[in-house]
C-alpha cells in the first residue's frame, strides 16, 4: 500500500525520469519483492535501472532510475566505506533527450552518508570523478544529506566541481525533510540546462519530501 501511494504520486507528476534513494529488492522486511520494477510497472515506466548498495542479511537496497527513456551506458557505484557509517551509492545513466536525439546526457540517482560532512565530501569527490570521465551534460538527483550552506558542503563542492546549479539554492523555504526543516534533497544540472517549474510536493509519502521540475535544454544538434 505504501508503494502504492508513491506510484500514485509519482504518476500524478508525469515525469520522463524518476530518481529513487533506499529503494528495495528482496528485503526481508519489505516483503521480498523488487521494489523498483513494482514502480516501474505501477508507473508505465519502459526502462529501469537498479544499483545495489547493501545486500546482506536478508538486505538489499540501494539507488535506482527508472525512466521513459532508454537508459544506457549503466553504472553502479558504491562509496568507499572508509569514512561513512553506511553502504553508500549512487546510479549514473545516459539517455537520449527527447526531440533532441544527437544530445545524450547523464542523469544520477544519489544517496550520501547521514552520519558525517566529511565522509560526504569524500563521496562527493568519487562522483566527480566518475561524472567528469564520462564527459556528458548531468542532471543529479538524490538525497545528497547536505544544505547548500558553507563552500565546503558536500552539495556545493559537486556544483562548483561539476560546474553545475540548482533553483534558488539558498532558498529556505524549500524544505525536503518537515521533520528537521532542511533543504536535502536536490537536483543539479549542467549550465545548458534550465530548471522551470521547481517544485517540492507536499504530499509526504516518506520521511522526505518529492522534488521535480522541467527541464530543458539549449545545445543544438551538429
Given amino acids: 500500500s505504501n ?14 525520469i524518476t530518481s529513487l534513494q533506499e529503494i528495495d529488492r528482496h528485503s526481508f522486511w519489505n516483503g521480498r519483492f523488487d521494489h523498483v520494477d513494482y514502480l516501474a510497472e505501477q508507473g508505465g ?18 539507488t535506482a532510475v527508472v525512466a521513459r527513456l532508454d537508459l544506457q551506458q549503466t553504472r553502479s557505484i558504491i562509496f568507499d566505506s572508509e569514512y561513512s557509517a553506511g553502504e553508500k551509492g549512487f546510479v549514473v545513466s545516459s539517455v537520449r533527450w527527447p526531440g533532441k536525439e544527437c544530445v545524450e546526457v547523464d542523469v544520477v540517482s ?8 566529511q565522509s560526504r565530501r569524500e563521496q562527493a569527490a568519487e562522483m566527480i570523478e566518475v ?20 563552500e565546503n558542503t558536500a552539495v556545493r563542492r559537486l556544483a562548483a566541481e561539476l560546474d553545475l546549479h540548482s533553483y534558488e539554492p539558498q532558498d ?15 537536483i543539479l544540472v549542467s549550465p545548458e540546462i534550465e530548471i ?9 509519502v516518506s ?14 544538434c551538429g
Fill in 45 to 62: 515506466f519502459q526502462y529501469s535501472f537498479f544499483g545495489e548498495h547493501v545486500q546482506s542479511m536478508g538486505l538489499s537496497y540501494g
Fill in 3 to 16: 508503494l502504492d501511494e508513491i506510484a500514485r504520486l509519482i504518476n500524478g507528476q508525469e515525469p520522463d
Fill in 172 to 186: 529556505r523555504s524549500l524544505i525536503t525533510i518537515p521533520k528537521f526543516k532542511r533543504r536535502l534533497d536536490w
Fill in 207 to 220: 520521511d522526505h519530501l518529492g522534488v521535480v521540475s522541467d527541464l530543458v535544454i539549449n545545445r543544438a
Fill in 131 to 150: 561524472l567528469r570521465k564520462r564527459g556528458r551534460p548531468v542532471i543529479l538527483m538524490g538525497d545528497l544529506n547536505s544544505g547548500w550552506g558553507h
Fill in 196 to 204: 522551470r517549474n521547481y517544485r517540492v510536493l507536499e504530499h509526504q
Fill in 110 to 117: 544519489a544517496h550520501l552518508d547521514f552520519s558525517s560532512e
